[in-house]
Each structure stands twice: as structure tokens, then as C-alpha cells.
């Protein structure tokens, strides 16, 4: 590759900023934590006990962290979906009062081979008429290995409630809650389904 001579111009921009810089030493710079709270274009703060603080890297007053996750909570995902079945049946279901008529556990299981058998478990306990089923999802492993990207916690317990709303299952599930403690509180879903007819 071949180095292009600057033109005239550019040389007298060159040297214009050459001018008025200044040449650094190694050894005169400082390493610097990144603070995501204090923004460059943040105006200096009038007071000197503040300002000192913020260039030396001391913690200031206490402030609310930013979360980062721009989707939602699988359980938030799940409470604010809206109420499909009787008011009174839903206040029972999440008090552990009704008793699932079947349950299928999918822990252990991978994505590719929990989706087939969670579709025939559920289309299959519709045909049967039943109305309330167990899904049991497990809360899932803490992997994340420090990467650049986060890994979700408990796949299966973020997927199923996904799969619930597409088809084919979606015509049949009229209502997916998170379990009573007595069913598997967090690592668990009821599923109730609509009527067979």
C-alpha cells in the first residue's frame, strides 16, 4: 500500500492542529473508572466537596441502579397477561385450591426436545377434556460465564410461557399462571384449558 502525500491544504490543517497540542508522556496518564452514572457533557457541580468527590472516584449519595433488561420478567410477563377465565375459578387456581388433572416435568430438557413433547402433552390433555394441567419448568441453572452477553436464567421457564400463546397451543389454553408454592411456586405454571368440544 502506497502512502498518499497530503495536499496543501491538509498539510496546513495538519500543522494548525499540531500547534496547538500538546504531547503527552506515558507516564503522566492515569487510568480512569468508567462511571456510567456521570455524563461528560454534565455540568460541574457548584459545590467543591461534590466535584472532588466525583474526580477521585468516591462513592457519593446512595442511587437507584438502572436495569438494563429491556424485556420484562417472565412472572411480570405472565400477572399482567389478561384474565380469560371465571374470576372466582382464577382467585382458586392461585391460591393452590384446584387440583391439576395432569403434569408433565420438563427439567433436564433441552429446548428441541421439550417444545414437541410440551405441544403433545397439552394437545393431548384437551382431546382427554381435561381442564387444569401442571407444567413444571424447574427455575433454571445460573450459567452465565461472564460474557459479553447475558445469558438468561431458566430457559424452559422462560420459553414455555412463549410457546403457550402460539399455535397450535394457543387455541386450546384459555389462562397460563405462575403455580401456588404447594405446586412448584416459580419453577412451575398452571395451564388451564378451554372446554373440548
Request: without cysteine; charged residues 25%.
Amino acid at each position: 500500500m502506497t502512502r498518499r502525500r497530503l495536499s496543501a491544504e491538509d498539510q496546513e490543517l495538519w500543522d494548525r492542529v499540531r500547534a496547538n497540542t500538546e504531547r503527552i508522556e506515558r507516564s503522566n496518564l492515569e487510568v480512569q473508572r468508567f462511571d456510567p452514572d456521570v455524563s461528560l457533557s454534565a455540568p460541574a457541580p457548584r459545590n467543591l466537596r461534590k466535584a472532588k468527590a466525583v474526580i477521585l472516584g468516591k462513592p457519593g449519595p446512595p442511587s437507584r441502579a438502572p436495569t438494563h433488561n429491556l424485556a420484562p420478567a417472565i412472572h411480570d410477563q405472565v400477572r399482567q397477561a389478561p384474565l380469560q377465565m371465571d374470576q372466582k375459578s382464577f382467585g382458586k387456581l392461585k391460591r393452590g385450591k384446584l387440583r391439576p388433572e395432569g403434569k408433565i416435568d420438563l427439567h433436564g430438557m433441552t429446548l428441541e426436545r421439550a417444545h414437541p413433547i410440551l405441544t403433545g402433552f397439552v394437545m393431548n390433555a384437551h382431546a382427554h377434556g381435561k381442564r387444569l394441567i401442571l407444567v413444571v419448568t424447574g427455575k433454571g441453572k445460573q450459567r452465565d460465564e461472564g460474557g459479553p452477553i447475558p445469558v438468561r436464567h431458566g430457559v424452559l421457564r422462560h420459553q414455555v410461557p412463549q410457546w403457550l400463546s402460539i399455535q397450535p397451543m394457543k387455541s386450546v389454553v384459555l389462562q397460563v399462571a405462575q403455580a401456588h408454592v404447594s405446586h412448584g411456586g416459580g419453577g412451575a405454571y398452571y395451564v388451564y384449558l378451554r372446554r373440548h368440544r
